[in-house]
């Protein structure tokens, strides 16, 4: 994504809005067969932070501790 885009994106929010990054991995079909509700995505929430700017490569890093979902 380009700063630009995420930039459009933020534009249309309010301020207080906060940020929440989501990961979704997919449920396979032999879990899926034994849920009594299945859903088959598996969603976990992080918290975006700050990481590093590399002006020379042009990258802005945002991160998540893979370690300390929010939810």
């Known amino acids: 994504m380009k700063v630009k885009e995420l930039k459009q994106f933020l534009d249309r929010l309010d301020d207080d809005f906060e940020l929440v990054l989501n990961a979704n991995k997919k449920i396979p079909n032999s879990i899926l067969e034994k849920m009594s509700y299945p859903y088959p995505i598996e969603t976990t929430h992080f918290k ?16 998540i501790d893979l370690d300390n979902p929010i939810d």
Do not use: P, W
């Open 48 to 63: 975006i932070e700050t990481g590093d700017i590399g002006y020379s490569e042009k990258i802005a890093q945002l991160c």
